[in-house]
């Protein structure tokens, strides 16, 4: 069964990943990025062997979502899966079910931060960025990646409302709230993952979670080339910067009024009941 850690991208799944992948799979806490490898990503080429290789055709990929998540469970173990795949159904198709999906970490981040992180890791203008957020979007149709899938995001408020609405057991996790108080959210998400699962944690494997997976050691490990998944500029002469502003990007210091005004006409309904709009 899965345990989906969800997010739009740029809201803090790395994050996440890091967090859980350090808390289930360590004894002592300690994050490195090779734990990663352990929450991979939903969808990708390998899961779709033997069904289709249609990797860029979403009605083609729709037929197949469910058998490809039947395969990943045969084993019939708890397992988790990343993915930024909108919890959509099309036609008689649904992403994925009870049968296969036993609860989600869902995480969300304020929109108007998001602006600077979709320029900067899909190097876009920041209207652009505003765009691809009210814009229903779907990753996939350039990406490079041998690996890569269509990925049918939506718009940043579908995202959220489609996982929030179609999932039976859903923690939200806010990334705000991880950067104000992670002790809480650490609570949260161990309190939730006991309902699934059997680990061992204790004060000290505590106190390294927190501290291997603070966004400053993240983004150090980065620097010394420690973190995989960077991705390549347009150009493919650099790779773009994964840990780029984290607790530092806010919107108030940086975002024009004009495109804040967007977002939040766009977005209003999700952003009040998130608690971004009074």
């Given at each position: 069964?899965?345990?989906?850690?969800?997010?739009?991208?740029?809201?803090?799944?790395?994050w996440?990943?890091?967090?859980?992948?350090?808390?289930?799979?360590?004894?002592?806490?300690?994050?490195?990025?090779?734990?990663?490898?352990?929450?991979?990503?939903?969808?990708?080429?390998?899961?779709?062997?033997?069904?289709?290789?249609?990797?860029?055709?979403?009605?083609?990929?729709k037929?197949?979502?469910?058998?490809?998540?039947?395969?990943?469970?045969l084993?019939?173990?708890?397992k988790?899966?990343?993915?930024?795949?909108?919890?959509?159904k099309?036609?008689?198709?649904?992403?994925?079910?009870t049968?296969?999906?036993?609860?989600?970490?869902y995480?969300?981040?304020?929109?108007?931060?998001l602006?600077?992180?979709?320029?900067?890791?899909?190097?876009?203008?920041?209207?652009?960025?505003?765009?691809?957020?009210?814009?229903?979007?779907?990753?996939?149709?350039k990406?490079?990646?041998s690996?890569?899938?269509?990925?049918?995001l939506?718009?940043?408020?579908?995202?959220y409302?489609?996982?929030?609405?179609?999932?039976?057991?859903?923690?939200?996790i806010k990334?705000?709230?991880?950067?104000?108080?992670?002790?809480?959210?650490?609570?949260?998400i161990?309190?939730?993952?006991?309902?699934?699962?059997?680990?061992?944690v204790?004060?000290?494997?505590?106190e390294?979670i927190?501290?291997?997976?603070?966004?400053k050691?993240?983004?150090?490990?980065?620097?010394?080339?420690?973190?995989?998944?960077?991705?390549?500029?347009?150009?493919?002469?650099?790779?773009?910067?994964?840990?780029?502003?984290?607790p530092?990007?806010?919107?108030?210091?940086?975002?024009?009024?004009?495109?804040?005004?967007?977002?939040?006409q766009?977005?209003?309904?999700?952003?009040?009941?998130?608690?971004?709009?009074?």
């Amino acid at each position: 069964m899965i345990i989906w850690l969800a997010s739009y991208p740029k809201s803090g799944n790395t994050w996440i990943r890091s967090i859980v992948s350090s808390l289930i799979y360590t004894e002592d806490g300690k994050f490195e990025f090779d734990l990663l490898k352990k929450i991979p990503q939903f969808p990708i080429k390998k899961n779709f062997e033997g069904f289709t290789d249609k990797y860029r055709d979403i009605h083609e990929l729709k037929k197949n979502w469910i058998y490809a998540q039947d395969k990943i469970n045969l084993d019939q173990k708890i397992k988790f899966l990343k993915t930024h795949h909108l919890n959509c159904k099309i036609d008689d198709y649904n992403f994925t079910n009870t049968s296969n999906t036993c609860a989600t970490i869902y995480v969300v981040r304020d929109p108007r931060n998001l602006i600077n992180s979709i320029s900067n890791h899909y190097d876009k203008s920041k209207e652009d960025s505003k765009k691809f957020l009210i814009t229903p979007q779907f990753l996939g149709e350039k990406e490079n990646s041998s690996g890569y899938v269509m990925t049918l995001l939506g718009s940043w408020g579908e995202h959220y409302r489609f996982w929030k609405q179609n999932s039976k057991n859903f923690l939200l996790i806010k990334y705000e709230d991880l950067i104000q108080n992670i002790d809480k959210e650490l609570d949260k998400i161990i309190n939730f993952l006991k309902n699934y699962m059997t680990f061992n944690v204790d004060k000290k494997k505590r106190e390294n979670i927190i501290n291997t997976t603070s966004f400053k050691n993240l983004k150090s490990m980065e620097e010394k080339g420690l973190f995989k998944e960077s991705v390549l500029t347009k150009n493919s002469s650099s790779k773009v910067v994964f840990f780029h502003q984290g607790p530092d990007n806010n919107w108030e210091n940086s975002l024009d009024k004009k495109l804040q005004i967007e977002i939040e006409q766009n977005f209003k309904i999700e952003m009040e009941e998130l608690g971004y709009l009074k």
